[in-house]
């Protein structure tokens, strides 16, 4: 069985934690777009960590955690992440990673930093973890893919082709040091040595464990207001954060997923630059800011203050669309009990007419939402486990939200720890 936890809305819904949770169940866990960019933040019984590459698999010993193909791999922090985690006394994970993984390059990362600087006020927000420029380099064809760093001669002649190139951007365009084709080279030999004991075909490893009926996770990073076609261009990400690209970025057939997990937050939250209909500023969105998440929403992966807002049904129907989520996990509710009323964004005022669909970033720039408000539970929500022992308020505000969004909300967490969740 294979099943997918994926995003909702733009991220930081929380997605880690019900991994966490569900992973428990899975024998494998596979990431499959993304990098170091973004961050889980999960708490267990070894303590709170921030895991930005590593699958969220990593503390069970049940499990095996792959970096699937999709993933944009960033070798000696991959090896970092293991020896921070290992350091705090989690067992060795075991980790696999896809031979048709490509590899981050350090210029990748510096080319990231570069390009912000040029771009001054007018930048993406990126993380600078090098994702845009590795992405381009993938489908640009001169991107380097783990398994060609097990043929010697090939990779040295490759290294000074795309070095040559490099240099010339590097030269002209950016002012700022050349890349050493011999230094590169060495690099990438260092990074051979680390990855090899891990690397496998991980897609033949995955047709066999669903042989086998094994429980598969595939696990999404950042949300679908992300995804490079379907989310808010250009202010999105470079590889599509959908469950359906599950499929292409572990290298299973697309019909094996069976289940597609959303992850919706109780309110909105985003970071970086970008259209946010329904955002909220000054004092409103400091005390939200403060009180959110886990010790306030703070990005896992920059530090950065999130943006705040109230729930998107609008944004969100559309999320749960685009991913084909069969379920919703709803989260960080316990985080509202202290507000009065909660708007609820259910529709955008678009040039003077309202509609329920999420339109194109030209047209969503000029969205204005439109509230329903609905009253609040003021009350301490954490610690309950039944679903009728919820304030009636709040089961109203739950039930309010699944009508608007039109998939079942399964799982409803209340805070930050793995068994802080009711069972609907
Ligand atoms: P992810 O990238 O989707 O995994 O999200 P993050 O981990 O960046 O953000 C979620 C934050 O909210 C983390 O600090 C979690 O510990 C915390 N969190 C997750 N679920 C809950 C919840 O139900 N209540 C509270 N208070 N915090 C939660």
């Given at each position: 069985m294979v099943k997918a936890i994926v995003g909702a809305n733009w991220g930081d819904e929380g997605k880690g934690k019900i991994t966490d949770m569900l992973g428990q169940e899975s024998d494998i866990i596979v990431r499959f777009?993304?990098?170091?960019?973004?961050?889980h933040t999960i708490i267990n019984k070894y303590g709170k960590f921030a895991l930005h590459l590593l699958p969220s698999g990593v503390f069970y010993d049940h499990t095996t955690s792959i970096i699937g193909n999709g993933v944009a791999l960033n070798i000696p922090y991959l090896f970092k992440e293991v020896q921070s985690i290992v350091d705090r006394g989690v067992p060795m994970p075991k980790i696999l990673?896809?031979?048709?993984?490509?590899?981050?390059?350090?210029?990748?990362?510096?080319?990231?930093?570069?390009?912000?600087?040029?771009?001054?006020?007018?930048?993406?927000?990126?993380?600078?973890?090098?994702i845009a420029p590795f992405?381009?380099?993938?489908?640009?064809?001169?991107?380097?893919?783990?398994?060609?760093?097990?043929?010697?001669?090939?990779?040295?002649e490759k290294v000074e082709r795309v070095c040559e190139m490099k240099n010339i951007i590097l030269?002209?365009?950016?002012?700022?040091?050349?890349?050493?084709?011999?230094?590169?080279?060495?690099?990438?030999?260092?990074?051979k040595k680390m990855v090899e004991p891990y690397v496998c075909d991980v897609a033949a490893y995955l047709h066999q464990a669903?042989?086998?009926?094994?429980?598969?996770?595939?696990?999404?990073?950042?949300?679908?207001?992300?995804?490079?076609?379907?989310?808010?261009?250009?202010?999105?990400?470079?590889?599509?954060?959908?469950?359906?690209?599950?499929?292409?970025?572990?290298?299973?057939?697309?019909?094996?997923?069976?289940?597609?997990?959303?992850?919706?937050?109780?309110?909105?939250?985003?970071?970086?630059?970008?259209?946010?209909?329904?955002?909220?500023?000054?004092?409103?969105?400091?005390?939200?800011?403060?009180?959110?998440?886990?010790?306030?929403?703070?990005?896992?992966?920059?530090?950065?203050p999130r943006r705040m807002g109230w729930f998107d049904a609008v944004a969100t129907r559309y999320g749960c669309r685009m991913q084909g989520a069969t379920e919703v996990a709803l989260t960080v509710l316990d985080v509202l009990g202290y507000l009065d009323e909660l708007p609820v964004c259910v529709g955008y005022e678009i040039n003077g007419v309202v509609t329920k669909d999420f339109p194109t970033t030209v047209k969503l720039a000029k969205a204005k939402p439109v509230y329903e408000v609905l009253p609040g539970w003021k009350q301490e929500i954490r610690g309950?486990?039944?679903?009728?022992?919820?304030?009636?308020?709040?089961?109203?505000?739950?039930?309010?939200?699944e009508k608007e969004i039109e998939v079942p909300i399964t799982l409803v967490s209340n805070g930050p720890g793995r068994d802080e969740i009711i069972k609907r």
């Amino acid at each position: 069985m294979v099943k997918a936890i994926v995003g909702a809305n733009w991220g930081d819904e929380g997605k880690g934690k019900i991994t966490d949770m569900l992973g428990q169940e899975s024998d494998i866990i596979v990431r499959f777009q993304g990098g170091s960019n973004a961050g889980h933040t999960i708490i267990n019984k070894y303590g709170k960590f921030a895991l930005h590459l590593l699958p969220s698999g990593v503390f069970y010993d049940h499990t095996t955690s792959i970096i699937g193909n999709g993933v944009a791999l960033n070798i000696p922090y991959l090896f970092k992440e293991v020896q921070s985690i290992v350091d705090r006394g989690v067992p060795m994970p075991k980790i696999l990673v896809s031979d048709r993984a490509q590899i981050m390059m350090p210029y990748h990362i510096l080319f990231d930093q570069y390009e912000e600087e040029r771009l001054g006020g007018k930048s993406f927000g990126s993380t600078k973890s090098g994702i845009a420029p590795f992405y381009s380099d993938k489908y640009a064809k001169i991107g380097f893919q783990v398994s060609e760093l097990f043929d010697d001669e090939a990779l040295r002649e490759k290294v000074e082709r795309v070095c040559e190139m490099k240099n010339i951007i590097l030269e002209h365009m950016y002012h700022k040091p050349l890349i050493n084709p011999d230094e590169l080279f060495n690099l990438l030999i260092d990074y051979k040595k680390m990855v090899e004991p891990y690397v496998c075909d991980v897609a033949a490893y995955l047709h066999q464990a669903i042989k086998e009926g094994k429980n598969i996770l595939l696990e999404g990073q950042l949300g679908a207001l992300k995804d490079p076609d379907f989310g808010i261009y250009p202010m999105v990400t470079s590889s599509s954060t959908l469950a359906s690209y599950g499929a292409i970025g572990a290298g299973i057939p697309a019909y094996e997923i069976k289940n597609i997990i959303a992850v919706a937050k109780a309110y909105s939250s985003a970071v970086g630059a970008g259209e946010f209909v329904s955002e909220i500023f000054g004092e409103e969105a400091d005390e939200l800011r403060r009180r959110g998440g886990d010790g306030g929403e703070y990005g896992a992966t920059t530090g950065r203050p999130r943006r705040m807002g109230w729930f998107d049904a609008v944004a969100t129907r559309y999320g749960c669309r685009m991913q084909g989520a069969t379920e919703v996990a709803l989260t960080v509710l316990d985080v509202l009990g202290y507000l009065d009323e909660l708007p609820v964004c259910v529709g955008y005022e678009i040039n003077g007419v309202v509609t329920k669909d999420f339109p194109t970033t030209v047209k969503l720039a000029k969205a204005k939402p439109v509230y329903e408000v609905l009253p609040g539970w003021k009350q301490e929500i954490r610690g309950i486990t039944k679903y009728e022992e919820l304030p009636e308020n709040c089961r109203k505000y739950i039930e309010f939200i699944e009508k608007e969004i039109e998939v079942p909300i399964t799982l409803v967490s209340n805070g930050p720890g793995r068994d802080e969740i009711i069972k609907r």
